[in-house]
Protein backbone atom coordinates (compact mmCIF):
# COMPACT_ATOMS: atom_id res chain seq x y z
CA UNK A 1 0.00 0.00 0.00
CA UNK A 2 1.48 3.95 -0.89
CA UNK A 3 2.62 5.36 2.04
CA UNK A 4 -0.05 7.95 3.24
CA UNK A 5 -2.76 5.86 1.72
CA UNK A 6 -5.70 5.25 3.94
CA UNK A 7 -5.66 1.99 5.91
CA UNK A 8 -9.40 1.79 6.94
CA UNK A 9 -12.27 2.84 5.06
CA UNK A 10 -16.32 3.42 7.01
CA UNK A 11 -18.91 1.37 5.62
CA UNK A 12 -22.40 3.12 6.11
CA UNK A 13 -25.56 1.19 5.74
CA UNK A 14 -29.00 1.94 4.83
CA UNK A 15 -32.21 0.29 4.46
CA UNK A 16 -33.81 0.51 0.98
CA UNK A 17 -37.47 1.56 0.94
CA UNK A 18 -38.72 -1.77 -0.25
CA UNK A 19 -36.35 -3.53 2.61
CA UNK A 20 -38.36 -6.32 4.31
CA UNK A 21 -37.73 -9.32 6.45
CA UNK A 22 -38.97 -12.70 4.57
CA UNK A 23 -39.07 -16.37 6.06
CA UNK A 24 -37.38 -18.52 3.44
CA UNK A 25 -38.03 -22.07 3.45
CA UNK A 26 -36.38 -22.49 -0.10
CA UNK A 27 -34.47 -21.59 -3.42
CA UNK A 28 -35.17 -21.83 -7.15
CA UNK A 29 -33.32 -20.48 -10.28
CA UNK A 30 -30.87 -21.30 -12.58
CA UNK A 31 -28.53 -19.55 -15.27
CA UNK A 32 -29.73 -16.08 -17.04
CA UNK A 33 -28.89 -15.52 -20.97
CA UNK A 34 -26.60 -12.74 -19.45
CA UNK A 35 -24.58 -15.28 -17.61
CA UNK A 36 -25.63 -14.24 -13.93
CA UNK A 37 -27.24 -16.57 -11.56
CA UNK A 38 -31.07 -15.56 -10.63
CA UNK A 39 -32.58 -17.49 -7.65
CA UNK A 40 -35.65 -17.05 -6.49
CA UNK A 41 -36.46 -17.46 -2.72
CA UNK A 42 -39.46 -18.56 -1.24
CA UNK A 43 -41.86 -19.48 1.65
CA UNK A 44 -44.21 -22.55 2.04
CA UNK A 45 -47.26 -23.51 3.26
CA UNK A 46 -50.69 -25.31 3.16
CA UNK A 47 -52.65 -23.56 0.89
CA UNK A 48 -55.60 -21.27 2.20
CA UNK A 49 -58.73 -22.16 1.69
CA UNK A 50 -61.48 -20.39 -0.77
CA UNK A 51 -64.53 -21.44 0.91
CA UNK A 52 -64.83 -23.23 4.55
CA UNK A 53 -68.63 -24.04 5.68
CA UNK A 54 -69.21 -24.12 9.50
CA UNK A 55 -71.99 -25.06 11.44
CA UNK A 56 -74.21 -22.53 13.06
CA UNK A 57 -75.56 -22.84 16.76
CA UNK A 58 -79.12 -21.52 17.45
CA UNK A 59 -78.03 -18.12 18.82
CA UNK A 60 -75.80 -17.81 15.51
CA UNK A 61 -72.14 -18.85 17.20
CA UNK A 62 -70.10 -20.38 14.61
CA UNK A 63 -69.59 -24.36 15.47
CA UNK A 64 -67.64 -27.19 13.61
CA UNK A 65 -65.86 -27.30 10.44
CA UNK A 66 -68.27 -29.49 7.47
CA UNK A 67 -66.81 -28.20 4.68
CA UNK A 68 -63.88 -26.89 2.90
CA UNK A 69 -63.32 -25.94 -0.91
CA UNK A 70 -59.82 -25.00 -2.42
CA UNK A 71 -56.52 -26.41 -3.64
CA UNK A 72 -54.76 -29.47 -1.69
CA UNK A 73 -51.15 -29.99 -2.14
CA UNK A 74 -48.32 -27.43 -1.10
CA UNK A 75 -48.18 -23.67 -2.08
CA UNK A 76 -44.44 -22.03 -2.75
CA UNK A 77 -44.76 -18.11 -2.19
CA UNK A 78 -41.49 -16.35 -4.22
CA UNK A 79 -40.53 -13.70 -1.84
CA UNK A 80 -38.15 -12.01 -3.92
CA UNK A 81 -35.69 -13.14 -6.69
CA UNK A 82 -31.99 -11.92 -7.08
CA UNK A 83 -29.60 -11.69 -9.55
CA UNK A 84 -25.99 -12.42 -8.46
CA UNK A 85 -22.47 -12.67 -10.74
CA UNK A 86 -20.85 -16.07 -9.36
CA UNK A 87 -18.41 -14.32 -7.31
CA UNK A 88 -20.99 -13.05 -5.02
CA UNK A 89 -22.91 -16.04 -5.10
CA UNK A 90 -19.75 -17.53 -3.60
CA UNK A 91 -19.61 -14.78 -0.78
CA UNK A 92 -22.85 -15.38 -0.18
CA UNK A 93 -22.48 -19.01 -0.16
CA UNK A 94 -19.29 -18.36 2.22
CA UNK A 95 -21.73 -16.58 4.44
CA UNK A 96 -24.24 -18.53 4.61
CA UNK A 97 -22.08 -21.51 5.67
CA UNK A 98 -20.27 -19.49 8.19
CA UNK A 99 -23.47 -18.71 9.59
CA UNK A 100 -24.74 -22.11 9.68
CA UNK A 101 -21.76 -23.00 11.43
CA UNK A 102 -21.76 -20.65 14.01
CA UNK A 103 -25.57 -21.45 14.77
CA UNK A 104 -24.94 -25.70 14.84
CA UNK A 105 -21.80 -24.40 17.55
CA UNK A 106 -24.21 -22.42 19.50
CA UNK A 107 -26.77 -25.12 19.67
CA UNK A 108 -24.31 -28.03 20.75
CA UNK A 109 -23.14 -25.51 23.32
CA UNK A 110 -26.85 -25.12 24.53
CA UNK A 111 -27.47 -29.03 24.47
CA UNK A 112 -24.13 -29.65 26.57
CA UNK A 113 -25.18 -26.81 28.80
CA UNK A 114 -28.28 -27.90 29.28
CA UNK A 115 -27.42 -31.40 29.84
CA UNK A 116 -24.80 -30.51 32.27
CA UNK A 117 -26.93 -29.08 35.09
CA UNK A 118 -27.65 -30.72 38.05
CA UNK A 119 -31.11 -31.90 38.63
Known amino acids: MAEGAPTSIKIYYEKGRLFRVIHVDGALGGLT???????SLYSQRDPLPKVIEQRLSPDGALGEEIGREGKTGLFREM???LVLTSS???ELAKFLIEQAKLLDESEQNKASTSSGKSQ
Open 33 to 39: PTRNIFV
Open 79 to 81: EIG
Open 88 to 90: VAR
